[in-house]
């Protein structure tokens, strides 16, 4: 077995197959987790994509010279490795940008992340968030709120981290646990007192330089590993039933049917126990329960330039239904037509509820009214819209999820199917932890490495 170093290239390793016409690993999903780990496992492995398009989640679209990523997506990561990684895989594709978002609060744009934007605000509400935050007494630390209380104070609790919060993960913080949370660090209180008097300070500086590719938007990440991966992988091939066979697994999208002696899924993991034969009751119910939202992603193309220079702004109000606005001419003047600017508005949603349950048409007017009256757009200035439905976007960590995960997880290692992936392993992750995830599947199959799991 020839092992090489972690590079662009993936692990040089050669299983001998002479012996048998079966691949040894069938990928299911072709997103920046079945690339990877493709590209991770070499030759030997195959990835079946339902669209003709790999990408998923990270996927870029282009409407009239407007593009547009399913919401803001940026390279960043505090994995030092896996971020070299990326720009290895890139080589040059990618620019690096400064992040300037803001929280729109009261008619103004305060800096982001709000606890260093405290000047900007009321002598009022200045006071109430660095009071709070001084004389914050803690409360035994049993859900999300608890924990924005413990850390923020109640000012900064109730001004922007609640609401903000409430309205992107439509369930209230009480509700929801907080293991996807405690790695955020408490904010110094020296940079609470200097941002309170206007003394420049940075928050969540791990992503305040971030890279962008300079073409193609998001997608070109994938694209990238598609490009090395090419020749393994099966577009439009929508993976309709899946079966354990003697020699391993067969898959199907009902027009052929292949093999592989080991199973990976980075598909949702709704769908591939609708997919998958002989499901036990008592997993189908523990996925069953797994909760996520959904997203809608509104594309407003305007036919003017943007005055704003601003990456991203965040809306915690409640008679807005977005929830944050990327402005994708900030990532570069290519991403426009000329002389034009765009805006990406997210909006989230449970799937059996509005905004969900409207039409585009009727999403689009309340985005662009929103828009409107916050001063952020002259409606005669719009050009293009664009609507894009998302119907798995985030993972909810409510109360249940990790007593459900631990019935799935145990069962798909009773099974020997490998789960990488957001909504395979149903973990909040991003693209540069879906690589690590994607690696560590790899070091897992191969005996490779010491892996180690994200799986918060
Ligand atoms: C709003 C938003 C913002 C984000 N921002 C960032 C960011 O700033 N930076 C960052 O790094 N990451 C960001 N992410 C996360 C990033 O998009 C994901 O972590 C990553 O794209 C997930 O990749 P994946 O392969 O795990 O899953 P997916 O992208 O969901 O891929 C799954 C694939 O399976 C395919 N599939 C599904 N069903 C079948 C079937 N029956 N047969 C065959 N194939 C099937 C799908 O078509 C898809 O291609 C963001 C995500 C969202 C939603």
Known sequence: ???QKFTAAGYDLRTNTSESTLKEY???????????????????????????????????????????????????????????YELDILKGKTNQLFRKNSIWFKGRHVKYP?????????????????????????????NFEDWIYNTFGKGLAEKYMIPYNSKIWK?????????WVERVPKPPAADIM??????????????????????????????????????????????K?????????????????????RLINTMPIHDFVKVLKDVPPKVQKAIDDLNYNSLIVVMVGLNCESTLD?????????????????FFDYFGKNYVPPGCSSMVCEITSREDKKPWLLSDEEITEQVLEGLAREGFINRDNVITIAVQRTKYAYVLYDANREKNLAILYEWAKEENIELCGRFAEFVYMNSDTVIRSAKNCFERLTGQGNSYSNRG
């Open 26 to 84: 069938g990928i299911l999903g072709g997103g920046i987790a079945g690339l990877s780990l493709s590209n991770f496992l070499g030759e030997d492995s195959e990835v079946l994509e339902k669209d003709s398009e790999c990408g998923g989640l990270s996927r870029t679209y282009e409407k009239d010279g407007f593009y547009f990523d399913l919401g803001g997506h940026i390279l960043f990561s505090n994995d030092k490795e896996i971020l070299a």
């Open 310 to 326: 601003k990456t991203s702004t965040y809306f915690p109000q409640e008679d807005l239904i977005f929830h944050r606005v990327v």
């Open 194 to 239: 200097k941002s309170a008097l206007g003394i420049e300070t940075e928050g969540y500086v791990h992503q305040l330089y971030f890279h962008y590719p300079k073409e193609g938007g998001f997608q070109t990440l994938p694209r990238t590993f598609e490009g090395l991966i090419e020749g393994r992988i099966k577009r439009n091939f929508g993976v």
């Open 1 to 3: 077995m020839n092992f």
């Open 114 to 142: 709000f606890e260093n934007g405290l000047a900007a605000l009321d002598k009022e509400d200045i006071f109430d968030c660095v009071y709070n935050f001084m004389e914050n007494p803690q409360r035994p630390q049993n």
């Open 171 to 179: 369930m209230p913080p009480s509700e929801m646990g907080t293991a």
């Open 241 to 261: 039933e899946v079966r354990k066979t003697p020699n391993g697994w067969s898959v199907t999208d009902g027009k052929e049917t292949l093999e592989y002696k």
